[in-house]
């Protein structure tokens, strides 16, 4: 199964950008070390969700290979 959830974090506990990465990456870490887990990953927004977005998805090596990108 696929899980999907939004977040939040308050701009008062986290004003800086690389605060909120720091928890991004941590919540990440401890998602995937959850039993049974297989993959963990994060999107905004989330792709194929509600809101429109004209970006392109891919993963995280497209960012220096744009080949890696899918169409």
């Known amino acids: 199964g696929v899980l999907t959830f939004g977040l ?3 701009p008062s506990r986290y004003p800086d950008p690389t605060d909120r ?3 991004r990456r941590q919540l990440q870490e401890r ?3 959850l039993p049974g887990v297989v993959a963990v990953s ?3 927004p989330i792709p ?3 809101q429109a977005f004209a970006g392109r998805y891919g993963p995280e090596e497209a960012l220096e290979d ?3 990108y899918g169409q």
Do not use: V
Request: hydrophobic share 40%; charged share 20%.
């Open 66 to 68: 744009e080949t890696q």
């Open 21 to 23: 990465d720091l928890f």
């Open 42 to 44: 994060g999107a905004f």
């Open 8 to 10: 939040q974090l308050p």
């Open 48 to 50: 194929l969700d509600e």
């Open 31 to 33: 998602l995937s070390s």
